[in-house]
């Protein structure tokens, strides 16, 4: 098993930004590939950004791509999302997830085994 609590969400404007943090437990971290994604009120949850476990390996959503980076610390087993620029459209509860015991970087939400609570992010126009 393994929990994760997310924190960091909150409002913010255009243009802005806004560090999200992901807390994990009951595993060993460096084990585990950690990815994160959003859901927009109607539409389905999508992949953000995941990462490797080490960190050295990463990818990321097109629509995010040079403006988030995703990052972990093993040592305080959190992965982080730092989000940059942001836009109206970022909008979203974002999820952090992670998966069980495969490897790999994964895209997909049936990938992932294990899923935090929320955190809301709201951007401003």
């Known amino acids: 098993q393994v929990q994760l609590v997310e924190s960091g969400g909150g409002l913010v404007q255009a243009g802005g930004s806004l560090r999200l943090s992901c807390a994990a437990s009951?595993?060993?971290?460096?084990?585990?590939?950690m990815g994160w994604f959003r859901q927009a009120p109607g539409k389905e949850r999508e992949f953000i950004a995941a990462i490797g476990r080490f960190g050295a390996n990463t990818n990321y959503a097109d629509s995010v791509r040079g403006r988030f980076t995703i990052s972990r610390d093993n040592a305080k087993t959190t992965v982080y999302l730092q989000m940059n620029s942001l836009k109206p459209e970022d909008t979203a509860v974002y999820y952090c997830a992670a998966r069980g015991g495969s490897s790999g970087l994964a895209l997909r939400v049936y990938e992932y085994d294990y899923w935090g609570q929320g955190t809301q992010v709201t951007v401003s126009s």
């Open positions: 009951g595993r060993t971290f460096s084990s585990i590939y």
